[in-house]
């Protein structure tokens, strides 16, 4: 069996990733859902491994499928980097990158690092913003691209807007605390470490909390997620944060009996604005590689 996989297969399981089904991959890909279908056929028989789980509502990543999306990225932004060096093509310009301070950011620093020695004639400008800012301001002009995160309450049908975002990840988010903070029954109100109100993951925790009548107080409130990381590490009390936004020194809670349950988090790229230049759209496909 060969063990050089094909990139037209993978670019198939990336597409009906981010589509969520068959059905709705195939007008991306300009073929029938049969055609697609036999396409991640022939890469579980190459693989060995099933990739894709199908239901009634479409069809979803196994673990398997999951490691190899994030191969499959990697791989074809490397093929379409070399494309366009035979072609004497490079990625330059200005860029303006806003992305929320909840995305990766212990890896960030490595991750745009990267893009630079990947892209030398590409001046990328990077702004750390709140999602419901980056949300607000997608189609004002304020950026060319932007990452922000979804708070994923519940099993609702994307409006035209949000299905057209490019999904980078899905993460779930906890109730943690430093590893040197003791939370007992005794500890009545919560202590929490939190943001500013302006941020949507602050309200939705404060919330969630008062939905399920757990007394709390605000402890402390940082100006940032450096700032939170900080208070946490001096054990000031318990935050709500998505894993990679999580610092090493700490850890969830999930275990204590009288936190709630949360639901997952998604990152994802606006969608292209209309009439911008080709060259955004072209860093916004190489960056998804990136940041996935």
């Given at each position: 069996m060969?063990r050089?996989l094909?990139?037209?297969?993978?670019?198939?399981l990336?597409?009906?990733s981010?589509?969520?089904?068959?059905?709705?991959?195939?007008p991306r890909?300009y073929r029938?859902?049969s055609?697609i279908?036999?396409?991640?056929?022939k890469?579980?028989?190459?693989?060995?491994?099933?990739?894709?789980?199908?239901?009634?509502t479409g069809?979803?990543?196994?673990?398997?499928?999951?490691?190899?999306?994030?191969h499959?990225q990697?791989?074809?932004?490397?093929?379409d980097?070399?494309w366009?060096d035979m072609?004497g093509?490079q990625?330059a310009g200005?860029l303006?990158?806003?992305i929320?301070d909840?995305f990766r950011?212990h890896a960030l620093?490595i991750?745009i690092?990267?893009?630079?020695?990947q892209?030398?004639?590409l001046?990328l400008?990077?702004?750390?913003?709140k999602?419901?800012?980056?949300?607000?301001?997608a189609n004002?002009?304020?950026?060319?691209?932007?990452v922000?995160?979804?708070i994923?309450?519940?099993?609702?049908?994307?409006d035209q807007?949000?299905s057209?975002?490019?999904r980078?990840?899905?993460?779930?988010l906890h109730?943690i605390?430093d590893?040197?903070f003791?939370?007992?029954?005794t500890?009545?109100p919560l202590?929490?470490?939190?943001?500013?109100?302006?941020?949507?993951l602050?309200?939705?925790a404060v919330h969630?909390l008062?939905?399920?009548g757990?007394?709390y107080?605000?402890?402390?409130?940082?100006?940032?997620i450096?700032?939170l990381?900080?208070?946490?590490?001096?054990?000031?009390?318990?935050a709500c944060?998505?894993?990679?936004?999580?610092?090493?020194?700490?850890?969830p809670?999930?275990g204590?009996?009288?936190?709630?349950?949360l639901?997952d988090?998604e990152?994802s790229l606006?969608?292209?604005?209309?009439?911008e230049?080709?060259f955004v759209?072209?860093?916004r496909?190489a960056?998804a590689?990136?940041?996935?």
């Amino acid at each position: 069996m060969s063990r050089i996989l094909d990139l037209e297969l993978l670019n198939t399981l990336v597409v009906v990733s981010d589509a969520g089904s068959l059905s709705a991959a195939a007008p991306r890909l300009y073929r029938s859902q049969s055609a697609i279908s036999e396409q991640v056929r022939k890469l579980e028989q190459a693989c060995g491994v099933a990739l894709l789980v199908r239901g009634k509502t479409g069809a979803s990543l196994t673990p398997a499928g999951e490691r190899l999306v994030g191969h499959a990225q990697k791989l074809l932004s490397l093929s379409d980097a070399a494309w366009r060096d035979m072609q004497g093509a490079q990625l330059a310009g200005d860029l303006r990158l806003a992305i929320t301070d909840y995305f990766r950011p212990h890896a960030l620093p490595i991750i745009i690092r990267r893009i630079r020695e990947q892209f030398p004639q590409l001046r990328l400008h990077v702004c750390v913003r709140k999602s419901a800012w980056i949300e607000h301001e997608a189609n004002a002009g304020s950026f060319d691209i932007g990452v922000s995160m979804t708070i994923l309450h519940g099993a609702h049908p994307p409006d035209q807007a949000s299905s057209a975002r490019i999904r980078l990840r899905r993460e779930p988010l906890h109730w943690i605390a430093d590893s040197s903070f003791a939370l007992t029954p005794t500890k009545d109100p919560l202590p929490l470490v939190v943001l500013p109100d302006t941020c949507s993951l602050q309200r939705f925790a404060v919330h969630t909390l008062d939905a399920h009548g757990i007394n709390y107080r605000i402890e402390h409130t940082a100006s940032d997620i450096g700032g939170l990381h900080l208070a946490l590490a001096a054990g000031l009390g318990i935050a709500c944060l998505n894993a990679s936004a999580t610092p090493p020194t700490a850890a969830p809670l999930d275990g204590y009996a009288s936190l709630p349950s949360l639901p997952d988090v998604e990152f994802s790229l606006a969608p292209p604005r209309y009439g911008e230049p080709q060259f955004v759209s072209d860093v916004r496909n190489a960056l998804a590689a990136h940041l996935g």
